[in-house]
């Protein structure tokens, strides 16, 4: 699976849009990207995936670019509770690998009042 | 309520002694799996289970064994042979298809061995 780098924190204040970007310039065709966050202390909660369109779901927007080696996790309004540690994850579908993901060490959002 | 669940949140064992953590799953999904998490570090295979009665390493399963008799649920022996054992477990959970990265997360155990 290809390797991900994100900044190691962000700062946002609350209500404003949270943009978390992520570089993956080794991604093949075949891999995604996914997103995930952990908040402190519990087990990590899935956002949003996407291959080469864009994705918007009920919790954030996720913009691949055209050439696909960078992407970008938005949060429209951010709240105190989207404080967490978010994974950018590059991840290859295949019978073998199955659904194994492969965390890195991640970006921790914090949000402001 | 469906969901996975993991206990005790919190488990002290002393060093030299096996312990065995708990998984179970009530959302039928096919694929289990543990990860370990040291502080400030992201979470690390440790095995991974796609189907009953079958499992596979992931990337750290030295010092770790598991079992996978039920659908249901997915138990983690952490063993004397497991150099440093201090950690916080986690366990998921995902439905087969093949194209589905999305996991499901219990709430985590958290292992202090003394």
């Known amino acids: 699976d290809a390797k991900t780098t994100q900044p190691p924190s962000m700062d946002c204040a609350e209500g404003r849009a949270a943009n978390l970007p992520c570089n993956h310039s080794t991604i093949s065709g075949n891999e995604y990207v996914y997103w995930y966050r952990q908040i402190h202390s519990q087990g990590p909660q899935y956002i949003i995936h996407?291959?080469?369109n864009n994705e918007t779901n009920e919790m954030a927007s996720l913009i691949i670019t055209e050439d696909r080696k960078s992407s970008t996790l938005i949060l429209p309004h951010a709240t105190l509770r989207d404080t967490a540690v978010y994974y950018c994850i590059v991840r290859v579908a295949d019978k073998t690998s199955g659904s194994r993901l492969t965390f890195g060490e991640g970006t921790q959002l914090t949000v402001n009042p | 309520d469906g969901g996975i669940t993991q206990s005790p949140k919190y488990l002290f064992r002393k060093e030299g002694q096996n312990v065995t953590l708990s998984c179970e799953q009530n959302?039928?999904?096919?694929?289990m799996y543990w990860y370990r998490q040291d502080p400030g570090q992201g979470l690390r295979l440790i095995y991974y289970s796609q189907i009953v009665n079958d499992f596979q390493k992931g990337d750290i399963a030295e010092g770790y064994s598991v079992s996978r008799e039920k659908k249901e649920s997915f138990p983690l022996t952490v063993t004397s042979a497991q150099k440093n054992p201090t950690a916080f477990y986690l366990c998921?959970?995902?439905?087969?298809?093949?194209?589905?990265?999305?996991?499901?997360f219990g709430p985590g155990t958290r292992l202090t061995v003394l």
């Open positions: 998921a959970s995902s439905t087969r298809p093949i194209s589905s990265g999305q996991q499901f």
């Open positions: 959302l039928n999904h096919d694929a």
């Open positions: 996407g291959l080469k």
